[in-house]
Structure formats: structure tokens, C-alpha cells
């Protein structure tokens, strides 16, 4: 299986995705990339592939996190596990209690 195109996109939502934690990419984009619709187990394997090799080459001898998928819509969701180095999660919720208190 060789994808056909897309690949830069691919790779800039991937480095975004070591960044930022989270990243959303177009079925589109993944279709065209793949040259299929839909994505077969292949295409996630080598999604897979891709970001452990993103990873380690940005983070060498950090361990390579775990990459979860919603399947959206429009859109394919990929959303990184925490590592050291990231903010702590905060629940929207816990901050909108918040300001409910500092309202009161």
C-alpha cells in the first residue's frame, strides 16, 4: 500500500497533533491521501506508523503516546494521551463553576 497524495497535510496535522494534543483532519484529506474511501485497518496502521515515527524523531527516548479517534462527520478527531511535559486536563465545567462562585 503506497497513499497517493496529501501526505504534507497528513504529516503538518501529525506534527499539530505533538503539539497541541489534539488534531482534526477532513475525510477528504484522508481519502484522497489513502486513494480509498473508506479507510481500511492498512491506512490506520500506517497513520500509525507515521506518528511513532514523528515522535520519536522529535522526542527521542520519550515514549511514544497513545493516539485515540473519534470518528466525526466531517471529520477524523485524533487526540494525543498527556505526557510530563503537558498542562494538566481542567474540565470545563470545574471552571465554569468558578466563575459561578466569583459571581455570587
Same mark, same amino acid.
Given at each position: 500500500? @503506497?497513499? /497517493?497524495? @496529501? *501526505? @504534507?497535510? *497528513? $504529516? ?11 488534531? $482534526? *483532519?477532513? +475525510?477528504?484529506?484522508?481519502? =484522497? ?12 496502521? =500506517?497513520?500509525?506508523?507515521? +506518528?511513532? =515515527?514523528? +515522535? !520519536?524523531?522529535? !522526542?527521542?527516548? %520519550?515514549?511514544?503516546? &497513545? ?5 466525526? &462527520? ?5 487526540? !494525543?494521551? @498527556? /505526557?510530563? #511535559? ?7 465545567? #470545574?471552571?465554569?463553576?468558578?466563575? %459561578?462562585?466569583?459571581?455570587?
Amino acid at each position: 500500500m @503506497n497513499p /497517493t497524495s @496529501n *501526505i @504534507n497535510e *497528513i $504529516s503538518a496535522a501529525l506534527n499539530a497533533l505533538a503539539a497541541d494534543m489534539a488534531v $482534526s *483532519i477532513s +475525510w477528504h484529506t484522508l481519502y =484522497q491521501w489513502a486513494g480509498s474511501s473508506p479507510l481500511t485497518v492498512e491506512h490506520y496502521a =500506517q497513520l500509525l506508523c507515521h +506518528w511513532k =515515527q514523528l +515522535w !520519536r524523531g522529535a !522526542r527521542e527516548g %520519550t515514549p511514544v503516546p &497513545a493516539v485515540f479517534l473519534y470518528h466525526g &462527520a466531517a471529520k477524523l478527531t485524533l487526540v !494525543r494521551e @498527556n /505526557t510530563l #511535559d503537558d498542562p494538566p486536563a481542567v474540565a470545563l465545567h #470545574d471552571l465554569a463553576m468558578i466563575a %459561578t462562585v466569583l459571581e455570587g
